[in-house]
């Protein structure tokens, strides 16, 4: 484990949650404070509490929550070395793991639905090849299975919404621990979604964009109804026009939503996250780069229109059908209902906001 990279490092053994986790309605996020120090944890939109508030080393990504209890995993950002696990209920971090060695965490993971295994998207960096590592979340998070996912730099990942197989975007991109931000093979990039079996890893489907859209990096994904909402970013010109969100409905292609073309301008060719809202109607995607939150309207096919905020890129459903709570880098925390399209402020930890936020409950 090297310690100039770990993103979540030793310090933060034994260091307790602020209070007792109060998990229904919980959104958890990590940021930078004021002061520039790191932190994740969770914030209660109705009232602005932060009951959860984790001190880090460095930057945290996504986080992986439980399904039948209060625990979660936070991950950090990529290439990732460690895991914390945090016990929601009893306000405490339990314990940490790390991937197996020669691989590195890539952000994100998930939970099986009975909460027994984590799966967690990772890349062998001998040869760039993307994998999920299996963990046992019943011993100590053991490490117990590797999946290869058939591509580079493995993402973010869903469950099917028939719980049937994991969803992986795979963004295509080789890279290296020795140079984590940058793009080793950008000619030979070949992005997928792919659908493995959760037990086995068998890929039951792989879907893609024509050959001279190879650039279009799959990054980030959420579940709509019989299918998946898929975000991208190009890995090329600002000013090529690329689609940006798609559509997959079961195991079929990848469809492109056709957004506004001053909408998808303005997105810069980079969406950073993406969401589905309470009722399964509406998607919310984000790009830091544009400075724009973009709504779509999934039974109408059309977008609904957008909402500037400086440097926005976390997202996660508010719990109303339509409405979302949104982040962004220099500090906004905000709701919005995608109909309306006029935020609000929300109270909660201050700060210059990371990428992803996530609903509990």
């Excluded at 998990?23 to 790191?38: C, I, Y």
């Excluded at 793991?97 to 691989?103: L, Q, T, V």
């Excluded at 980079?270 to 399964?280: N, P």
């Excluded at 949104?326 to 399209?341: C, F, H, K, N």
């Amino acid at each position: 484990m090297r310690r100039r990279d770990l993103v979540l490092s030793a310090l933060l053994a034994g260091m307790p949650l602020t209070a007792r986790a109060e998990s229904e309605g919980l959104v958890l996020g990590a940021w930078r404070d004021p002061a520039g120090a790191d932190h994740a944890g969770g914030f209660l939109p109705r009232d602005g509490r932060t009951p959860l508030d984790l001190k880090l080393a460095a930057r945290a990504h996504g986080f992986a929550a439980h399904p039948t209890r209060a625990e979660v995993v936070v991950f950090g950002r990529r290439p990732g070395w460690e895991a914390l696990v945090a016990d929601l209920a009893r306000g405490a971090l339990t314990h940490s793991f790390a991937p197996p060695e020669g691989r590195h965490f890539n952000g994100h993971g998930l939970f099986a639905p009975d909460g027994r295994l984590l799966y967690a998207t990772e890349t062998r960096f001998e040869d760039g090849a993307g994998l999920i590592g299996v963990y046992d979340a019943a011993d100590g998070f053991a490490h117990v299975a590797e999946f290869e996912t058939g591509g580079r730099d493995s993402h973010d990942m869903r469950l099917a919404p028939d719980g049937s197989a994991l969803v992986v975007a795979n963004g295509g991109i080789l890279t290296h621990p020795d140079a984590p931000r940058a793009n080793l093979d950008p000619a030979g990039m070949d992005p997928s979604l792919v659908h493995l079996d959760p037990r086995t890893g068998r890929q039951v489907h792989a879907a893609r964009f024509a050959p001279g859209m190879n650039r279009l990096s799959i990054r980030h994904l959420s579940p709509i109804p019989g299918g998946t909402a898929v975000a991208m970013q190009y890995e090329g010109d600002e000013t090529a026009r690329m689609p940006l969100l798609a559509v997959q409905r079961g195991t079929g292609e990848l469809q492109p939503l056709d957004l506004p073309e001053h909408l998808r301008a303005a997105c810069r060719n980079y969406i950073g996250s993406v969401a589905t809202d309470a009722g399964g109607k509406v998607v919310a995607a984000t790009s830091p780069r544009g400075g724009l939150a973009v709504f779509w309207d999934l039974g109408g096919a059309r977008a609904l229109g957008a909402v500037r905020i400086d440097d926005v890129c976390g997202v996660a459903p508010s719990g109303r059908p339509g409405g979302f709570i949104l982040s962004g880098g220099q500090g906004a925390l905000l709701e919005v209902d995608a109909r309306r399209l006029v935020p609000k402020p929300l109270a909660g930890p201050r700060g210059a906001w990371d990428n992803h936020l996530l609903r509990v409950g």
